[in-house]
């Protein structure tokens, strides 16, 4: 798999046993997610990894087998967990990611307005392609460019919205209702 952006996604792995032994640099290390193809991939490897640990340096009264993750890069925290994270969900979100027509940027900014469980992968990006209307310098500048879309600066739909409005920044004040911005990406409300 490769992802979109210029950044790879991945996580620092260690692992329990080791914390506690106070060894867990020992084996530790960073793990480029786009190296794998799925979950199941990227869990065999570790499991493999932590059978080779076990063989190069055992740790007595204990193997090395429950995950622990202490740092990730270049994905949504929203999947991070040290113990319990969802490779499964993670790898089906990277997919989505790589084939969507929209840019990393647009994806985080839909993210950060919360109104989508990003882990409910489908619907997450259904409503962001559905939602999704373009990226704008200020609401003023995207409630002009709403009005010329629509057709208000046509002469026939003089005298209604958006020529009631004094200017622009009332104009995208009512707009706004119906619409979110986030880092400069405006959506319309589902």
Known sequence: MTT???DTPK???TDYASYNN???FEFGHWVELDQFNDADELGEYIADH???ADRKSPLFGSIREEVMITDFECFPKEFYSECSMNFEVLYEYLERVE?????????EAFADLGSYDIEEVDSFFDALEESYVGEFNSDADFAENFAEECGYME???VGS???NNVNWDRAAQDLMY???ESNGHYFRSL
Do not use: C, M, N, R
């Open 178 to 180: 119906d619409y979110s």
């Open 4 to 6: 979109t952006t210029t």
């Open 161 to 163: 919205w958006p020529f």
């Open 11 to 13: 996580i620092f792995l």
């Open 22 to 24: 106070g060894t867990q």
């Open 50 to 52: 932590f059978a080779e």
């Open 155 to 157: 002469g026939e739909k």
């Open 99 to 107: 084939s969507s027509h929209l840019d990393q940027e647009v994806i």
